[in-house]
C-alpha cells in the first residue's frame, strides 16, 4: 500500500521559513516523480515543486521560484520542501504526492496518483 505522510508544518510568523517533510513507503523511491502542492482555504490546488527521485531533476512554480526547493534523501525515503521569506499568503495546507513515472515528472496536480493527507502551514503578520 501506498502511504505518504507529510509532517513539518506550523505556523510561523512572516519572513520565517519552514521544511516539510514527506515520507513515502509502499513503492520504489527512485523511480518516482514527487511534488508538492498546496491549497489555500476557498482555493483550488496549486503546484509547488516537483522532482524526479532518481536524476534529482527539479521544477518550480514560477510564483515561487527563489523561495522554494524541493529535496530528497534516499536513504529514508523522503522528499522535502523548504519554504523561505513566507508571507501570510503562503497560507495553505500543503500536499505531497507520488507518481511512478518512467522519467517523466510534472507539476498538474492530474499527473499525480498518490496524496498525502496534508500539513498546515500559516503565516502570520
Known amino acids: 500500500e501506498v502511504q505518504l505522510v507529510e509532517s513539518g508544518g506550523g505556523s510561523v510568523q512572516a519572513g520565517g521559513s519552514l521544511r516539510l517533510s514527506c515520507v513515502a513507503s509502499g513503492f520504489w523511491f527512485p523511480s518516482n516523480c514527487m511534488g508538492w502542492f498546496r491549497q489555500a482555504e476557498g482555493l483550488q490546488r496549486e503546484p509547488v515543486a516537483s522532482?524526479?527521485?532518481?536524476?534529482?531533476?527539479?521544477y518550480y512554480a514560477d510564483s515561487l521560484k527563489g523561495r522554494v526547493t524541493i529535496s530528497t534523501d534516499k536513504a529514508k525515503d523522503t522528499v522535502y520542501l523548504q519554504l523561505d521569506s513566507l508571507t501570510p499568503e503562503d497560507t495553505a495546507v500543503y500536499y505531497c504526492a507520488a507518481q511512478m513515472s518512467g522519467g517523466v515528472c510534472s507539476l498538474r496536480p492530474g499527473f499525480f496518483t498518490y496524496w498525502g493527507q496534508g500539513t498546515q502551514v500559516t503565516v502570520t503578520s
Open positions: 522532482i524526479y527521485v532518481s536524476k534529482d531533476l527539479t
